[in-house]
């Protein structure tokens, strides 16, 4: 089936430690992204990419890191520089077309910061 | 410029109801408009969207209402059921970039 995987679903962490949540899709698409929920904030763009080896910053960038090597994959360091970073993670990805306009998200990954 | 701010914050319907969440926004470049709903520790799914050439969408139970001189728009879920309680995001996409821009949620509960 044709979808996104992210992975895990739940991670904890110790303060000053770096993680990385995976995030690969096989839909063939180009564009994908990396949004934080956290509630009442709704969701809030970290990084996105519409392209192999092109990334840009989103509207909360500080203390996440992105690589885009590959067009199926898109992980996700949460550094710790990034002051509060527990957080519901989703990724998710577009065709990247005009008239395809729906953004494919996959189930989320929960990080706690202990 | 790059928000889309979105009302209420949560509702409460009684089953058989009408739903009605308010998104408005100020980016008048804006090009594509959708809709998503949210079940608990799950990712969004897009539940329906809207260009700005069109001024209303129906899809079963649930209709956008666009108002382009106005810079709003709206989702109306009709005969509300318990199955819709959940959470609705409203969002908006810059052309180009294919930046898309979140409301901050509503939790709607349907009562049985």
């Keep these: 089936d044709g979808g996104i995987t992210q992975s895990p679903k739940y991670l904890f962490r110790k303060e000053g430690q770096n993680v990385t949540l995976s995030c690969e899709q096989n839909l063939n698409h180009d564009a994908m992204y990396w949004y934080r929920q956290d509630p009442g904030q709704g969701l809030r763009l970290i990084y996105y990419s519409q392209i192999v080896n092109d990334f840009q910053k989103g509207d909360i960038a500080e203390g996440y890191s992105v690589s885009r090597e590959k067009k199926e994959s898109f992980p996700l360091t949460v550094t710790s520089a990034q002051k509060n970073p527990t957080a519901f993670y989703l990724c998710a990805s577009n065709p990247y077309q005009v008239n395809t306009g729906e953004l494919f998200f996959g189930e989320g990954s929960r990080l706690t910061v202990l | ?112």
Excluded at chain 2, 34 to 51: C, E, M, N, S, V
Excluded at chain 2, 67 to 85: C, E, R, T, V, Y
Aim: charged share 20%; net charge positive.
């Design chain 2, 1 to 112: 410029q790059q928000q889309v701010k979105q009302s209420p914050q949560s509702l409460i319907v009684q089953k058989g109801g009408i739903s009605i969440i308010n998104c408005a926004y100020e980016n008048t470049a804006f090009d594509y408009f959708p809709w998503y709903q949210q079940f608990p520790g799950k990712g969004p799914a897009l539940l329906i969207a809207i260009r700005p050439d069109v001024s209303e969408k129906k899809e079963g139970r649930f209709t956008i209402s666009f108002n382009k001189s106005a810079k709003q728009f709206s989702l109306h879920i009709m005969d509300s059921q318990p199955g819709d309680s959940a959470t609705y995001f409203c969002a908006a996409r810059h052309p180009g970039t294919y930046k898309y821009i979140f409301g901050t949620g509503t939790r709607l509960k349907v009562l049985a």
